[in-house]
């Protein structure tokens, strides 16, 4: 599941968390609860944190803050019958913290792998979405080909009206 999703659109119960992380084909161990929410909504405080950092140096003290928080020492497991994979929680976990720790751990996997710069918010004056750059050369600067259409064609007529 991409964390930014969730930070971008907050699931509003747990049904709807659950149907998320499966529909990522992700295995619910538990069902999600309210707790769950309210674990996830403490982690996407945090993941906030870590989009919003203003160096590299402070968004992997928040990062190394998080995986303290919500991991726990790697294990191998074939828990349900996929084939031998790497955990990064405690077995006994609940939903939010089962999702919190895989999703910290896979982003701390993805940014130190391809940069730690990749997670920005649009350019777009009007929004505000967190996005993950997953471009070839790491220079994304909007969420979607939506908004930087839009901010292309109003640079364009702004460029018109002042010649």
């Known amino acids: 599941m991409n964390t930014v999703e969730l930070l971008n659109d907050p699931a509003p119960n747990p049904a709807e968390l659950e149907s998320r992380w499966n529909g990522h084909g992700m295995p619910s161990q538990r069902p999600a609860t309210e707790e769950d929410l309210d674990v996830v909504?403490?982690?996407?405080g945090l993941w906030?944190?870590?989009?919003?950092?203003?160096?590299?140096?402070?968004?992997?003290?928040?990062l190394n803050r998080m995986l303290g928080?919500?991991?726990?020492?790697?294990?191998?497991?074939?828990?349900?019958?996929?084939?031998?994979?790497?955990?990064?929680?405690?077995?006994e976990a609940g939903f939010g913290l089962t999702l919190a720790g895989a999703t910290t751990a896979a982003a701390a996997q993805f940014l130190t792998a391809r940069g730690i710069h990749r997670l920005g918010r649009c350019h777009l004056a009007e929004c505000e979405q967190a996005f993950i750059d997953f471009s070839r050369p790491g220079t994304q600067r909007y969420c979607s080909r939506a908004c930087a259409n839009r901010d292309a064609v109003r640079r364009h007529r702004a460029r018109r009206i002042s010649a």
């Open 48 to 62: 906030r944190a870590v989009v919003d950092a203003g160096t590299e140096t402070e968004r992997v003290q928040h």
């Open 41 to 44: 909504a403490g982690y996407l």
């Open 69 to 91: 928080e919500y991991t726990a020492a790697p294990s191998i497991t074939d828990h349900d019958g996929s084939g031998w994979h790497l955990h990064f929680r405690d077995p």
